[in-house]
Structures are given as C-alpha cells and as structure tokens.
C-alpha cells in the first residue's frame, strides 16, 4: 500500500467520523451547552456563592473559577470516550465497519483516524464549556500556562477517545456504553477533585485520591488555566502521556486480531 493511498483514506475516515457529530449539533453541542450552564449556575454561583474561595497554590481561588477547570476536563473526556466508543460499536452493530476492514488503510491509521475524530470532539466540547465558563467567571490571562493548557488539552482528549476505541469493541450492546459513561468516568471525575480540593480531605481519603488518574487531568488542566496545581504537572503529563502511548498501542494490538470485529 502505497504512503499516498493510505494518508486519503485516514483522512477519509476522520473527515467521515468528525462530520457526523457536527451534522447533529442538537446532539453534539446542546447538551454539554445546557448543562454546563446549570452546573455554573448552581455550583458556580449558588453554592459558590456560600463557599466564597478555595485555597490553592497558595493562593485564594474563587468558587466558580476553581470548579471551572474540573468541567472542561469532565466534558472534554466523557465527549472524546462517547464519540469514539459509538463509533466503532455503531459500525459493528450496523456492519459498515468492514468497509474500512477491507480497505487498503493499515489499522494503525484506522485507530488513528478514530481517536483523532473523538479528540476532536472533545476539544470542541472543552472549548465550548470554557466559552459558557467566561460568561459567569473571569480568568486572569496573566496566570495562563499556554503549554500545560494544550498539552493536557491534546492528551487527555487523545487517552479518552483511545479508551473508547476499547469500549467500542468490547461492548455487547448498547447499555454496556452507557454503564462505562455514567458509571466509571463520570464517578472517576467527580471524585477527581473537580468541585473540591482533595487537600481538604482527611486521611486515607486524601491519599486515595491520588490513586485517581482524573485528579492529576483535573489539576494539570486547571495548572493550565490558573497556574495552580496540587500535583505537579509536569509529572503528571508524563505519567498521562505514557498512559496515552499504552491505550494506543492496544487499540492497534485489538484491531490487528480482530478482537470485537469479526463473530
């Protein structure tokens, strides 16, 4: 296969994937729009209202900017994981997939062109939350860490949309998707320090915390956005970039046997 033919088809593939969720916006962008405009609404203003500041790198955060980063990361990933995942068990379910098993792509641009779609997605949906975000806050541009913003933006999105290549394949139907969703990433988050400070937690909880890869995502976005973090991110990063190599390399090793793909 030549170097030429396999590029058209991974972009194919990608154009393919990332026009069918901007095709259905009240299905893409709606949703995440409305109920990040309640979370800020009841967290942000309400409660943070009560709460008044969080203490942070030193620092005294406001409520609603501290939860901020948490939200990005919450619908950035569970968008990433959701596209992807749907992706490929949608193909399976409806049997379109072997078209792209059959086609001259090796599956290395195959998983590429699905992790890259689901990323995109959930860029689009991170920025959206912190578009809806900067209506009920403000962030000081001067605090801004450019490069941890991208680079956690880039991997966490990328490690999401690879682990939904796993759910995809290794879901039997459809409420098999929603169970990993709403009931591993979602808790995973929540618990990952987005609307509190797992420094206010007592011990062991405290520690345990640290077991949870989403509080090093959820501190190295916010690291990005306020320039504060209780982990440090550069360790973070790494550990995040080593875990995204891993979950792409399986997302290859299982296409390659057909694991999920064929009866």
């Known amino acids: 296969m030549s170097l030429v033919s396999g590029l058209t088809g991974f972009k194919t593939l990608t154009k393919r994937e990332i026009l069918r969720f901007l095709r259905r916006p009240r299905n893409t962008f709606v949703p995440p729009f409305v109920t990040n405009v309640l979370y800020f609404s ?25 939860i901020l980063p948490g939200l990005v ?6 968008n990433a994981f959701e596209n992807s995942s749907f ?3 949608h193909g399976r379910w409806n049997e379109y997939i072997e078209e792209a098993l059959t086609s ?14 689901g990323a995109t997605r959930g860029l689009l949906v991170g920025a959206l939350i912190a578009v ?8 000081d541009l001067a605090s801004v860490q450019p490069f941890y913003l991208v680079a956690f933006a880039l991997v ?19 409420d098999n998707l929603t ?22 937690l007592p011990s062991p909880y405290q520690e345990l915390s640290l077991l949870n890869p989403m509080v090093y995502m959820v501190n190295g976005v916010r690291y990005g956005f306020l320039g504060v973090s209780e982990v440090d991110p550069t360790v973070s990063l790494a550990v ?5 190599v891993a979950v792409v390399a399986l997302d290859v090793a299982l296409f390659r046997r057909g694991y999920g793909l064929t009866d």
């Open 156 to 174: 966490i999105t990328v490690l999401f949309s690879s682990i939904g290549v796993v759910g995809g394949l290794w879901a039997d139907d459809w």
């Open 42 to 66: 009841v967290f942000g203003v309400i409660l943070g209202g009560r709460v008044g500041s969080v203490r942070a790198g030193g620092q005294s955060i406001p409520y609603i900017l501290y």
């Open 240 to 244: 995040l970039s080593a875990m995204t």
């Open 132 to 139: 809806v975000g900067a209506f009920f806050t403000h962030v």
């Open 87 to 89: 992706s490929i068990f």
């Open 179 to 200: 169970m990993m969703n709403q009931f591993i990433v979602r808790p995973l988050v929540f618990f990952g320090g987005v609307f509190y400070s797992i420094r206010e």
């Open 104 to 117: 001259p792509m090796s599956y290395s641009r195959m998983v590429a062109a699905y992790i890259v779609s």
């Open 73 to 78: 990361v919450l619908g950035a990933i569970a």
